[in-house]
Nanobody, 124 residues
Framework: QVQLVESGGGLVQAGDSLRLSCAAS????????VGWFRQTPGKERGVVAA????????YYTDSVKDRFTISKDNAKNTVYLQMNSLKSDDTAVYYC?????????????????WGQGTQVTVSS
């Protein structure tokens, strides 16, 4: 059974940092690309960052570029999202998602497996 479990969210002040983790099980993690998405009430879930199977190719949405870093550790079956200089606009539930590498990576429909999410709240 495939499982993705996010952790590391919390309540922080603007300008602070958080490191989110996504632990995967039930799959051969090195075969998968992983994305981080976030969602706020009443808004569509949108991609934040994504990486290919070995972590060498990365993507960031413009609003987090130069602040967030995605990394993938296949030996630990874990993907991380380092979030620095957090802003109130970053407040959301953050989800990790995975699919076999190849094809698109910007749309939620392109990811087969999803975690339950972790709440990030940034106070101004």
């Amino acid at each position: 059974q495939v499982q993705l479990v996010e952790s590391g969210g919390g309540l922080v002040q603007a300008g602070d940092s958080l490191r989110l983790s996504c632990a995967a099980s039930g799959l051969t993690f090195s075969d998968y690309r992983v994305g981080w998405f976030r969602q706020t009430p009443g808004k569509e879930r949108g991609v934040v960052a994504a990486t290919n199977w070995n972590g060498r190719s990365t993507y960031y949405t413009d609003s987090v570029k130069d602040r967030f870093t995605i990394s993938k550790d296949n030996a630990k079956n874990t993907v991380y999202l380092q979030m620095n200089s957090l802003k109130s606009d970053d407040t959301a539930v953050y989800y990790c998602a995975a699919s076999l590498d190849g094809g698109g990576y910007l749309r939620g429909r392109e990811y087969r497996y999803w975690g339950q999410g972790t709440q990030v709240t940034v106070s101004s």
